[in-house]
């Protein structure tokens, strides 16, 4: 490892598409469903980027390309200045322990029957780390350190909650004490009071262990609490990056804006003031994107030329990909 690169993780003009086959027999490519196409981002060691956007705008996908699960189709992924792009299994295995993933779901990504501390302790035995009574006295540590209690090692899945469940898919994450941690929407299956309990689990340990996270989700208000920087994705492409107070205080996408007078606000006499902006029509198809800025079609503040030439992402600190960006005042009344 480097160990000297600024940046811990570098995503550079990253694509992926996924082909669209026909024929039983003779298969033929007809199409291509474009997930991620053409995103670029940088995470500095100890940060928390956030990543937000609509179902199907390519999070997942773009998390999974980074953790090395999809190949892909092109640009260039690096890791603590290595190019991890496209490596075989092989080549790949000394980056898995510093690059873990988080899943949405608690309940589908543990095995119904498999005991916890075997599910925990499986990186440690893929890796090979330890003899059997060190694993075993490291998964129960890790139990303790995430507020589980190591006498339930021997117990299945079922026996456990969805938070527990969640707890349990942190230990396994941090078993192999990575430096990345891919959060892919770890609280959405979960109750509001449960969320927070689980967000504040998880800055405690990247206090303690100066973790970074690449934290995934669709809720805004989630997001802003965790995250250093967030970037706004729509149909595979960044629309806006800033740092977190920024973008929720001054958002310059009309999407950004959009997404965030959605937000559940508590007070309801700040709800009644603040203003809603409410976007027409469904999200295009990212297998036939609209041309020139993919959010055209859908944006209030769109001209001819949106629909003629993609926007850059640009700017200094905050980059938006807008030919009419929001300026200071003109967006919904926070």
Do not use: W
């Not at 003629?308 to 929001?326: D, K």
């Amino acid at each position: 490892m480097n160990g000297g690169a600024v940046n811990l993780l570098e995503v550079d003009d990253l694509v992926k598409h996924f082909p669209i086959q026909e024929g039983a027999v003779l298969r033929r490519t007809v199409g291509q469903v474009r997930a991620v196409d053409g995103v670029s981002l940088t995470l500095a060691p100890g940060e928390t980027l956030g990543l937000v956007g609509e179902t199907g705008c390519g999070k997942s996908t773009l998390a999974r390309c980074i953790a090395g699960l999809h190949p892909v189709t092109s640009g260039k992924v690096t890791f603590d200045g290595q190019d991890i792009t496209n490596l075989s299994r092989s080549a790949m295995r000394p980056f898995r322990r510093d690059i873990q993933v988080m899943f949405q779901d608690p309940y589908g990504s543990l095995n119904p029957r498999r005991r916890v501390g075997s599910i925990i302790a499986d990186p440690l035995v893929i890796h090979g780390v330890g003899t059997a009574k060190e694993r075993r006295r490291a998964v129960a540590e890790l139990m303790e350190r995430v507020g589980l209690n190591p006498e339930h090692y021997n117990r299945f899945p079922a026996e456990f909650s969805g938070g527990q469940r969640q707890r349990i898919g942190v230990a396994r994450a941090l078993a192999l004490k990575p430096r990345l941690i891919i959060c892919d929407e770890p609280v959405s299956a979960l109750d509001v009071s449960i969320q927070a309990q689980i967000l504040n689990l998880l800055k405690d340990l990247q206090d303690d262990f100066g973790l970074t996270y690449l934290f995934i989700a669709h809720d805004l208000s989630v997001v802003r609490h965790v995250s250093d920087r967030i970037a706004v994705m729509y149909l595979g492409r960044v629309a806006e990056l800033a740092e977190a107070d920024e973008l929720y205080d001054h958002p310059r996408h009309p999407y950004s804006d959009a997404l965030l007078s959605a937000t559940a606000v508590a007070d309801p006499d700040v709800a009644d003031r603040r203003g809603r902006v409410v976007l027409t029509g469904d999200v295009p198809s990212p297998i036939d994107p609209p041309s020139g800025c993919r959010f055209h079609p859908r944006c209030p503040r769109a001209q001819e030329v949106c629909s003629v030439r993609e926007p850059v992402l640009e700017g200094a600190a905050h980059l938006t990909a807008c030919h009419f960006p929001i300026g200071p005042g003109e967006g919904a009344p926070r």
